[in-house]
């Protein structure tokens, strides 16, 4: 491994072994595919229903924001190539507390994406079949499952978990196919429309930029709808470069490719699809909605499809509502598989009962998979609408994210010797940014979403509690390491929780740019309270050859091409 502490060969570990099979293009596509999932079916129509034209700019805000992030698990990645990593690496700086606290979180939102995809497809669906119904009115309706929709959700869940039980290798290979069938949908939409637009009168018009105003929903709202109109979900599939580290090829090269491709890549199709998509409006539908802030599509289920079909685009509809299936399945699938890879590292560091790492003859966490199929199914039922379950996605999966850059700076401090392969420029300059950045995106979500997040958060204490109490007589239960996480992560979760509060942008907009000064002084005062309190060095050292001596592994693309015969 990249970072070999200690070398030794031990047998146990072999009923949990993952297997190397994904190679540079595939990881990058692991990355893609989760990208582009649902999140562009909806995230054009709800960014332009709370920031009208002006959420262009919310796309390039957020993807430069995840970018910052993604560069610092591109350093981590090919440091520490083990699956599950965004759950790991807090485990090496800070023990078992931190790791447990940000696992947790990390797991919850991870095991929610398959159902928000599913949802995602049986919305478009259910313009052939009652799979959803709509509640509300205007620019508030969303649409949740009938008792039909959640029984096909439980059988699309259950394939998802059927596929990925054979194996990373056939996963990837499904996976492939279906990104480059995703990259040209999403493609034809854009350019298909931009032309439309410009040479017909049967779509909008460069005027539809203007005529209800750039910005009708305030300035505020550019930055509010990157956290809750799907925007930063849409992006958070970069971390399949970093949960199947420990099944490529070449981490040292691989892993910064595929983290840093995938955002910059999305990043500027996202903000193309935006332009297309506030260019395709028509005039009468914008004013049936009174604006943009007011947006709807009567009877129809899919906003990209009713657009095509108000333009006579019949043939662009049908591909749509064929691919509103296919982009939210592949992105289901892809973390259907990281779902289980989560729940895999939280039991190699022993956070839960270890019974949840073992893998199956092909390799896979398959406990873990049949977890997240359960888990899937229970989500459904307190948010039965995509609407409804991406915001907690978002701020639950940055939260996760979040840690990321502090475990930078603690490597950086107790462990300097270690080999980088790909090593951020400016010190603690990106770590602490990328911090920041993780702030601001989780207090754009509002207290309406967060309480929610706090409150599983309670729930998973309650839940280290009970393991404790289950693995008090085992002599291989790790110490909590409470003094060390705890000093920092409750501290930081009290924090985000009061902003979230008493700075809410519905409740208290006049608070909203004194919230940047806020999260900016919690930011800081977290980032140095966590590098002062890091684990030291040889307890450090020890956790690093633990994690790397359970990820025995077959031999990646160097060590073939240097073997014998080749």
């Known amino acids: 491994m990249t970072n070999r502490v200690a070398e030794s060969q031990d047998s146990g ?112 669906a259910t313009k052939f079949a009652g799979f959803t119904t709509p509640v509300g009115h205007g620019g508030n309706q969303v649409h949740v499952l009938t008792p039909l ?14 596929l990925n039980w054979f194996g990373v290798r056939l996963f990837a290979q499904i996976n492939n196919v279906l990104v480059w069938w995703k990259l040209a949908i999403i493609a034809l939409v854009i350019v298909v429309f931009l032309i439309t637009a410009l040479a017909t009168t049967n779509m909008g018009t460069p005027a539809n930029f203007t005529t209800y105003g750039f910005t009708p929903g305030g300035v505020p709202a550019v930055f509010v709808c990157i956290a809750t109109a799907g925007i930063t ?85 049908v591909l749509l509502y064929i691919d509103a299936v296919v982009s939210p399945a592949d992105t289901g699938f892809v973390y259907t598989t990281i779902a289980s890879r989560v729940s895999y590292a939280l039991g190699r560091n022993r956070d839960v009962p270890m019974g949840i790492a073992k893998t199956n ?78 702030n601001l995106i989780i207090y754009w979500g509002g207290w309406d979403t967060n309480y929610k997040l706090f409150i599983c958060v309670l729930i998973g204490y309650v839940l ?3 393991f404790q109490l289950i693995g008090r007589r085992n002599p291989q239960k790790p110490p909590l390491d409470f003094r060390r996480g705890a000093v920092w992560v409750l501290p930081w979760f009290a924090a985000m929780a009061l902003i979230s509060w008493s700075c809410d942008p ?38 690093i050859a633990d994690a790397e001596e359970e990820s025995e592994k077959e031999p990646d693309e160097e060590q073939l091409a240097a073997a014998p015969g080749n």
């Open 233 to 317: 979900f849409s992006f958070l599939g970069f971390r399949q470069g970093i949960e199947l580290a420990g099944e490529t090829t070449n981490p040292k090269r691989n892993i910064p490719f595929a983290v840093i491709g995938s955002v910059l890549i999305c990043s500027l199709i996202y903000a193309a699809l935006q332009v297309a998509f506030t260019l395709g409006v028509s005039g009468s539908t914008l004013a049936k909605s009174h604006g943009w802030l007011g947006l709807n599509f009567t009877n129809d289920f899919g906003p990209l499809a009713a657009i095509a079909t108000a333009a006579g685009l019949t043939w662009l509809a």
């Open 13 to 124: 570990s072999a009923p949990h072994r993952l297997r190397r099979h994904i190679g540079p293009v595939g990881l990058l596509f692991a990355a893609i595919g989760s990208i582009i999932g649902s999140g562009w079916l909806f995230g054009a129509f709800n960014a332009s229903r709370i920031a009208g034209p002006a959420a262009i700019f919310s796309w390039l805000i957020a993807g430069g924001l995840v970018l910052l992030i993604a560069l610092t698990y591109a350093e981590l990645g090919p440091m520490f190539p083990i699956s599950g990593g965004v759950v790991r690496y807090p485990h090496l700086a800070w023990g078992t507390f931190a790791s447990f606290s940000l696992g947790f979180v990390t797991w919850l939102s991870t095991v929610s994406v398959p159902a928000i995809e599913v949802e995602g497809a049986l919305t478009y």
């Open 149 to 162: 929709g959640l029984g096909v959700a439980a059988l699309l869940l259950a394939v998802f978990v059927l």
């Open 506 to 543: 519905a409740s208290h907009p006049i608070l909203f740019w004194w919230a940047f000064l806020f999260n900016a002084i919690v930011s800081a005062g977290i980032y140095y309270i966590a590098m002062a309190t890091r684990l030291p060095k040889d307890r450090m050292r020890k956790l």
């Open 464 to 466: 280290l509690v009970v």
């Open 361 to 438: 003859r092909w390799g896979v966490p398959a406990i873990s998979l049949v977890l997240t199929w359960i888990v899937g199914l229970i989500l459904l039922l307190p948010f039965p609408s995509w609407q409804q379950l991406v915001g907690f996605i978002t701020s639950a999966t940055v939260i996760s994210f979040g840690v990321g850059p502090l475990v930078v700076g603690a490597m950086r401090r107790e462990l300097p010797e270690l080999k980088r392969p790909f090593r951020l420029p400016g010190g603690d300059t990106i770590p602490l940014f990328a911090f920041f950045a993780a």
